[in-house]
Structures are given as C-alpha cells and as structure tokens.
C-alpha cells in the first residue's frame, strides 16, 4: 500500500467506524506504517470526516513533516508498531477507539484481560485483550505499559492484536485499516454479547480453544 491509498483507506476506514457507531465525536484515531514514517489522523479530529489531505504525517522519528497537527496517541502508536515488529512484522496499521460497549466492561474489570474466550471468533480473530489500567489520555506511562504487555505475551507465544485502555477504549492493529478493523469489531461484538448476556457467556474449553489452533491457526 503507498502513501495515496493509505491516505484514503484511513478515511474509508475511519468513516465507516464512525457511519456504525464504533466511533463517535472526536474520540478515536487511526495511523498506518509508512517506509518512510507514519501517517495519523490529526489531534481532534472526528474519523467520519477526514481528509486524505489533511492527515497528519510524520518521518520515522516522529517529527510532523505536514498536515495538521497529530493526534495526541502517537506515541502510543508508535509503541505498539515497535513492540509488535517481533511478533508481527507485518503490522502497519494501529486503530483506537472509544466503543461503547469495551468501555462498558472495562469500568469493572476486575480480570488481567477484558474478555474470557466465549465464542470461537473472538479467539481466532482477536485473541487475549489485556487490561491497561487507567491512564490519561496520551499518557507516556500507558505506552510503556502497553509495549510491555504485547512483549510479555508475545515471548510466551501469545502474541496479541488488542489491548484495552481502561475507561478510554481498545487499541488494535494489523497489518491493513481494513483487518485491523475487522478485529476492532469482533472485539467490540463480543463485548457486547458479555454484556447483555452475562450469565451465559462461558469460555470455551481448553480442548475447543486446541481444536481452534490446530484447525483455524488460532494464537490463544
């Protein structure tokens, strides 16, 4: 993918999380790797309504070469891009939201991981979620936070494609907006099923998870 159609798949992207209620207002933004750099949707920008154009883009360091400025989780961005190259190399895009029904479950986690593995899809797709605990919004410590968990995980040979960000929203990434998309919204999905049916959302058992990976190549 160049540096042009990264550009519009961004905002295809980002309208469609927006047109279906994944996102909403300002809140959320989305980067793509670049071999020269990074772009990211500007600092308050509402992901229904972007411009190609005005995407904010960055050199390898970080530094703003143009559009406007940068959303305020690019150094969070930048952190998973960098603690997930062992794992997955290929990754080049990060989408963040607010998605109500993660922030939802999140107010009262009380596990290491937002979601048990309670359908099959959830496993195959989105794999282990850990809970970071609250942070401000473009906090350095939630990054260092974060970049610690996808390197734990991934040494244990778990390598995971979500964290959630307590109260704020789900961080995921994958190697295009369109497949990084598509976990932000199984995650999503199965957060809502754990909400409206909480008494009979069981995990999976240890030997269906195993059927998963040996069938599907599933990560759990």
Known sequence: ?????????????????????????????????????????????????????????????????????????????????????????????????????????????????????????????????PLVGYQRPGAPAAADEVARLIAHYGDNGRSIRAVMLQRLGPNVWHDTPAAAMAVLEELEETARLMLIAPGACQPLTESQIDELRRTFGARW
Request: neutral net charge; glycine residues 6%; charged residues 20%.
């Open 1 to 129: 993918m160049n540096e042009s159609q990264a550009r519009e798949e961004i905002c295809r992207v980002g309208k469609s999380l927006f047109d279906r209620g994944y996102a909403h207002a300002t809140a959320g933004n989305i980067s793509v790797r670049l071999d020269d750099g990074f772009l990211i949707t500007p600092t308050d920008a509402c992901l229904g309504f972007l411009d190609p154009a005005g995407l904010a883009q960055l050199d390898p360091q970080g530094r703003q070469v143009s559009g406007a400025p940068a959303s305020k989780t690019l150094t969070l961005h930048r952190a998973i891009y960098q603690a997930a190259a062992p794992f997955a190399p290929a990754t080049r895009c990060v989408i963040h939201t607010h998605s109500s029904h993660c922030v939802a479950l999140s107010l009262e986690a009380k596990e290491a991981e937002l979601l048990p593995p309670i359908t099959p899809y959830f496993v195959m797709k989105v794999g282990h979620v």
